[in-house]
């Protein structure tokens, strides 16, 4: 037990050096001046258009890196240094969001998979903790406790597979956005690389994620079939 402790402990420690490195990524990316001038919410409208994609509205949203793509009301959401910013970090942020776009445009069944996950892991997220470590307790007195706490188990493992689920739709999203902005002269080579590298890094906090979340699952599952031994 004390072993699956100090993995979640390295994943931890691995996440937090993960998202500070991205951050460092993007705000070194950030100084790197687009040749063509173009703004995020401009690259963004540009990579639709290019896709034909008519229905979708690029809109501004609070916060830093908080830019996502609504399947729900179809719109790329651009985070406010992104949104009207000119450089390779925002130009990298708005084509990924599109690539989103571009996924559900097209039926790619990786994300209709997530997007048909999405209100189950909700639920299975918000009361999950509660089940197991509820059936834990009951287990003292009932019988029952342990398929209680189990169950518990499941719903958490259903966050987890979602995770993995994420995976090939974020690295398909960033590998269609690089696609374009080469494929259509939208970016310098310097600005390529800049692109291409701070999206690799985006993508590393998604994989941290899933190991993080598979680490926990096992942990409590462990716990649980411990406790019936206890």
């Known amino acids: 037990m004390g072993s699956y402790l100090l ?23 950030s100084k790197i001046t687009l ?13 639709l258009s ?7 509205k690029v809109v501004s949203t609070p916060g830093m890196l908080t830019d996502h793509y609504n399947p729900i009301t ?6 406010e240094g992104v949104y009207m910013q000119r450089n390779a970090s925002a130009a990298a942020v708005a ?14 069944e990786w994300l209709q998979l997530r997007s048909t996950l999405v209100p189950m892991v909700s639920v299975a997220s918000n009361f ?3 089940i197991i470590f509820g059936g834990l307790i009951a287990s003292q007195t009932l019988a029952f406790g342990q398929t209680i706490a189990l169950i518990g188990v499941g719903l958490y493992g259903l966050g987890t597979v979602f995770s993995f689920i994420t995976l090939p739709v974020e690295y398909d999203a960033s590998n269609r956005a690089l696609d374009w ?5 939208m970016v310098s080579q310097q600005e390529l690389e800049g692109a291409t590298d701070a999206l690799k890094w985006a993508a590393r906090t998604y994989v ?12 409590l599952l462990l716990r649980v079939m411990g406790n019936s031994r206890d």
Do not use: P
Request: charged share 20%.
């Open 7 to 29: 993995l979640i402990i390295v994943i931890a420690a691995a996440s937090w050096w993960v998202g500070n490195t991205l951050k460092k990524k993007f705000k070194h990316y």
């Open 208 to 219: 941290v994620a899933a190991l993080a979340s598979l680490a926990t699952l096992m942990y």
């Open 74 to 79: 179809k719109t790329v959401n651009l985070s």
């Open 181 to 185: 902005l080469k494929r259509k002269n």
């Open 128 to 130: 999950s903790m509660y």
């Open 50 to 56: 290019d896709h034909g994609i008519r229905d979708v």
């Open 35 to 47: 040749r063509n001038g173009l703004t995020g919410k401009e690259i963004a409208e540009q990579m």
């Open 95 to 108: 084509a990924h969001e599109c690539g989103h776009a571009v996924q559900h445009a097209t039926g790619y």
